[in-house]
């Protein structure tokens, strides 16, 4: 008996296919004549840079030491009018 897959073989994606002439010439008439596509897509969707990368990183750790700043100073508020003073 042969071992038959349970699900059909999915077809090759788009992006591993060989380009054929006839595709090439169809990209080429779609495409505008300065940029190709995929440059014009980058161009579009630019990755932030180190800096922006930073400064969005500051901004998180900023808030996170505000929230741990204010909960220091309500528990140093809470002890100071516990009974706990007393051990100090």
């Keep these: ?3 038959t897959p349970k699900y059909p073989t999915p077809p090759p994606s788009p992006r591993n296919k060989k380009r054929t002439r006839k595709d090439k010439e169809q990209s080429s008439q779609t495409s505008s004549p300065g940029l190709s596509e995929s440059s014009e897509y980058r161009a579009k969707k630019k990755k932030p840079g180190k800096k922006a990368k ?3 990183r500051l901004k998180k750790l900023n808030k996170k030491i505000r929230k741990l ?3 220091v100073e309500k528990l140093t508020h809470v002890f ?3 009974k706990f003073d007393m051990f100090n």
């Design 69 to 71: 700043t204010f909960a």
């Design 80 to 82: 100071s009018l516990s």
């Design 54 to 56: 930073l400064e969005k």
């Design 1 to 3: 008996m042969l071992a």
